[in-house]
């Protein structure tokens, strides 16, 4: 079995190599902060603004004035210069149709590890892009999140990303040892799997979003490719009650999914969320027996990229539904949740 694992890794290895110039390419699209001082912003500032969250240079456009000025020891005219600085390195102007096509081949699919529920999302789930999975309990929202914290360090030619995964956990429903299994199953071996996957339980709407950035932060100096958090909206559900509190939740809810397409832009990196239903006692007709609509509401609905609507089938088998796509018609197939993680349904 050893053998056969360092046998498997030899080849991903290979593989790797085959791949390498790709993801050199895709490296070198990660223009660090430090860069800046090319253009003759003190390392001092750009110490403060490592402090503050911002890691890239395309980081610098993705901040509005407003909260580059709130940045302690940054004084307009310094937010003036950092922005010019910026957009000397990154050109962030218009392109053709065609170069934004080839910008978009970098673009990774990490593998669910069910062939059909890879052909349904056109290839897997996508970087660059936030995905959410929404739908009762026990429908393997969860049992996705672990298989791609697997799938996602395969090389990009066995459909990973070739990258380590970060997992914040709100409902401490993490289990290190679902990783074992998965990895066998792809010829990993699952100790050096599960030190890839870095993992953190978050506590408070509050601790969700530091962690977000904590997460940013290690995305800038290690070679991540997904990122996960299951769920998004729980600890929002129990930190902000009823109406009076509503508008602010979803204030902050958008804040942070704002950040989260951000930092998946940033880094082409995977962003796979979680999120829960409520009955919807307004969608209720003589054609829909059971209506379930996911919660967080429009600033959700906007802010994903992907939605996905999983509920129970028979037995092991769950049925995954496009929602919601900006590329993929509404359609729907049918996986299997087993020991070794997401796969096709058994006949
Ligand atoms: P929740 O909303 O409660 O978080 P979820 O959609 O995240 O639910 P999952 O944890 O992804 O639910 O899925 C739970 C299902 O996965 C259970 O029905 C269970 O049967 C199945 N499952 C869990 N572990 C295994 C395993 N080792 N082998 C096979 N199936 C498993
Ligand atoms: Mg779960």
Redesign the pocket.
Known sequence: MQQQHRQVQQEAHHEDAATAVTEEECAASIMEIDRLTEMGIPAADIVKLKAAGIYTVPGVHMQCKKDLSNIKGLSEAKVEKVIEAARKLSDTGFVSGSTYLQQRKKVNKITTGSATLDQLLGGGVESMAITEAF??????????ALTLCVTCQLPTSMGGGNGKAIYVDT?A?FRPE?IR?IAERYGLDPDAALDNIFVARAYTHDHQAHLLAMAAAKMAEDQVCLLIV??ITALFRVDFSGRGELAERQQKLGKMMNCLIKTAEEFNVAVYI?N?VVADPGGASMFVADPKKPIGGHVLAHASTTRLS?RKGRG?QRICKIYDSPSLPESECVFS???QGIADARE
């Open positions: 739908g009762e309990f026990r429908t393997g929202k969860t049992q996705l409902e429903t679902r299994p299951d769920s979680t829960q999983l092991e949740i087993t020991e």
